[in-house]
Structures are given as structure tokens and as C-alpha cells.
């Protein structure tokens, strides 16, 4: 039998791009051999392709990788250059990309408008669905135009209009860029002295910030996986898994304490909540993953009011961190499914969506 190529996508010029090699890796080496053949293709910042022994990125560890550096070099020295074109128009029906690329240029809609351009098949999210995500801004409106709660925020281009802000909703206030991750650029300010310099760092990594309530809340998250198009008893009907709890040991689930501290946090899985608010997050992950126009995967993130048991929709992820420790891939292990059956799920949905795509008429 002919294996079926999944070209793995890995770096990219996002700020997350170390942790994409680590997700990458995992990725890689769940895809059982004698069905799939991996094509791991790393994007430098530069924008190149280069296609790389899948066993270099595995002789890698998770730590390396995540400093970058020599590890990067070892990866990219002596790869193969590639043409992106020439090689995604040139995959076969049932060969499919898996694009393991976090934040801007990979998860936000513009790697998956390259896709569409060249009709490759691709794990998760479309453009819209990507996009709308990843722009926390849109995200909020469009989920709050399906009546679904989420804390007080302000969208700010700037210092002066982030402090206004901040001074309505009232301190503490969290400040982010608009369409980051993994809390890259997102400070916790809790006085107006603090504005100026959380803006300046949040303006880093975009040129629009959220400026949202800062609330004292427990973190719940829950894995959706699925077509929300198909039919109850379709085997790939849209599923939220069970919810987890993390419990960040900073004041907040900074990017430290979710890659470099060893102890940054604990994940509680299944999160200790009553039946009925797992059930009240779990319908409002797949309302939320609906109402976006997201397809395949993605993590839903909320926050649960600490005082008023409240349940608000904080962000959905659509390419989540797929590291060995990562929530999305852990949470279907604890639903029973293992991570090569999760990833062959991801493919068949992509293979799925493309060939849906295929009949749809170019001709009236
Ligand atoms: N409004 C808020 N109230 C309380 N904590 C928040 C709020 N917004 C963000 N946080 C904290 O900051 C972290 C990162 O923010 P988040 O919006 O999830 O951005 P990212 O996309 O970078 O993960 C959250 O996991 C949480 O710990
Ligand atoms: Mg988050």
C-alpha cells in the first residue's frame, strides 16, 4: 500500500516558534510509519523551506529546542532547500499538510489561505475560522454575538487609550497583544503606572492590545475535535473532551511558567468542578467552536469566576501547543484516545474537508 506523505510544518516567524519545533516533534512521532511517510519542513524566520530528517528533530530534546540556538543550527545545516509551491501543489489526494505552527503566520489564517491557494489538504482550522481565533478582538465579538459570556475588555492602538481603559473597566486589568500566544507580551498591571510599559511590550508583538478586567479566576480548558457540520451518530461529530484545571504557581499563567519552570504550574485532569459546570463548559466550548466557523481542532480556553462560579469564554487556540505535556493532546489520552490515533483523526478531518471542497463547483 502507498503511504500517505504528511508534510509536517514547523518553525515560522512567530515568537512561538520554538515551541512549534517541540509540538512538531511530538507530532512526527506519533504517525505510525507504516501508513504515513513524514515530510518535516522547517520555515526559517527568513521564510525559507527547508526539509529536514525527521530523526534530527527527534534526537533533539524538548529543552534544547526550546532554547533554540545550537539545536536550530544542528536542525537546519545541510537540509534541503524547498520550493512551498512546487511541493504542496505537487501532493496527491490523500497525502495532507499538518501545519504545527503557533501564533501569527501559522495558526492565524494566512498559512492556511496558502493552503487553500494550492489545494493541498490541511489539518484544522480554515482561513476565517483561523483568523477570526487568533485576533482575540474578533474572537470576543463574534462569541458574544452567540450570547456567551466573557469579561469586560477594550481593543487600544496605544498607551493613552489603554489607560482610559483600564481606568473604566477598573484595576487589576490584563494587558496583551491582540493576536499573540502562549502569553507572550501579556502583563498583569495593577495600578495606572504600570499602562505605559505593559502597552509598550504588548505593542511588541502587535499593533493593537486587549485591555481586559482582570478577575480572580480558576483556568479551565477542554480539546474539541471534529466536522461541527456532521451528523449525531457520524464518528466525527463535533466531541469537547473532559476539562482540566491549571494552576499557574505565578500570578498568572505567564509564559515562564508554561515552558521554562519546571514547576510553573499543575494540571488537574479531569479538573475538580462540579458535573454540571464541566457540562456548562463543554457546551459552550462547542457553541463557542461553532459560532467561530472552526473546523477539526482546537483547545477552548475559559476562565471560572473564583467568587461567583461564573463561566466566561477567555480564547480558543486553533493550532495548541501538541507538545508530550500540552493539554490538547493529553486531554484525548484521558478520554482514550492515544496521540497517533488523535493525529489520524486530525488527518482523516482534513481529508474529509478536502474532499467536500473538491465538489463544491467553480462553474455555474
Ligand atoms: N482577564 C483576565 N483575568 C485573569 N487572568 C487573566 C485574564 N486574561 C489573561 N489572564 C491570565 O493570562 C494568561 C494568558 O492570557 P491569554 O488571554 O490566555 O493569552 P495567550 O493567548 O497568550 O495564552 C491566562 O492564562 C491567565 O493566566
Ligand atoms: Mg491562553
Known amino acids: 500500500m502507498r503511504r500517505a506523505t504528511i508534510v509536517v510544518l514547523c518553525g515560522g516567524k512567530s515568537a512561538e516558534r520554538l515551541v512549534s519545533l ?61 520550493d512551498p509551491w512546487r511541493l504542496l501543489t505537487s501532493l496527491d489526494a490523500g497525502d495532507c499538510v499538518f501545519p504545527v505552527l503557533h501564533g501569527p503566520m501559522g495558526e492565524d489564517g494566512t498559512m492556511q489561505g496558502l493552503l487553500e491557494l494550492t489545494g493541498a489538504a490541511y489539518v484544522g482550522c480554515g482561513v476565517l475560522g483561523s483568523a477570526a481565533a487568533m485576533d482575540k478582538e474578533a474572537a470576543k465579538r463574534i462569541v458574544r454575538s452567540a450570547g456567551l459570556h466573557q469579561v469586560p475588555w477594550t481593543a487600544a492602538r496605544g498607551a493613552r487609550e489603554a489607560s482610559a481603559a483600564a481606568r473604566r473597566l477598573g484595576y487589576p486589568v490584563f494587558i496583551k497583544p491582540a493576536r499573540m500566544g502562549s502569553s507572550v507580551g501579556v502583563a498583569k498591571v495593577k495600578g495606572p503606572s504600570g499602562i505605559a510599559a505593559a502597552v509598550r511590550e504588548a505593542l511588541r508583538y502587535d499593533d493593537k492590545v486587549l485591555v481586559e478586567k482582570g478577575i480572580p479566576a480558576r483556568e479551565i480548558e477542554t480539546a474539541v475535535l471534529g466536522d461541527p457540520w456532521a451528523p449525531k451518530d457520524d464518528p466525527f461529530r463535533l466531541k469537547a473532551s473532559a476539562c482540566a484545571e491549571i494552576v499557574p504557581n505565578a500570578e498568572f499563567y505567564d509564559y515562564r511558567s508554561k515552558y521554562l519552570d519546571p514547576n510553573g504550574a499543575r494540571f488537574l485532569v479531569p479538573a475538580p468542578i462540579p458535573a454540571k459546570t464541566s457540562a456548562r463548559v463543554r457546551a459552550v466550548a462547542l457553541a463557542a467552536f461553532r459560532a467561530l466557523d472552526l473546523y477539526g481542532l482546537s483547545r477552548m480556553d475559559f476562565f471560572l469566576h473564583k467568587k461567583t462560579g461564573e463561566v466566561y469564554f477567555n480564547e480558543a487556540n486553533t493550532l495548541p501547543g501538541f507538545t508530550p505535556a500540552s493539554m490538547y493532546p493529553r486531554l484525548w489520552r484521558e478520554s482514550g484516545l492515544p496521540t497517533g490515533k488523535l493525529v489520524e483523526a486530525l488527518i482523516a478531518l482534513a481529508l474529509r474537508r478536502a474532499a467536500a471542497r473538491r465538489r463544491i463547483s467553480t462553474r455555474h
Open 22 to 82: 517541540v509540538s512538531a516533534r511530538c507530532v512526527a512521532s506519533s504517525l505510525d510509519v507504516r501508513r504515513f511517510r513524514v515530510n518535516l519542513i522547517h520555515i526559517g524566520v527568513d521564510n525559507s523551506w527547508a526539509e529536514i530528517a525527521p530523526d534530527r528533530l527527534l534526537g533533539e530534546t524538548p529543552e534544547r529546542l526550546h532554547r533554540g540556538g545550537a539545536a536550530l543550527a544542528r536542525l537546519r545545516k545541510k537540509s534541503k532547500r524547498v
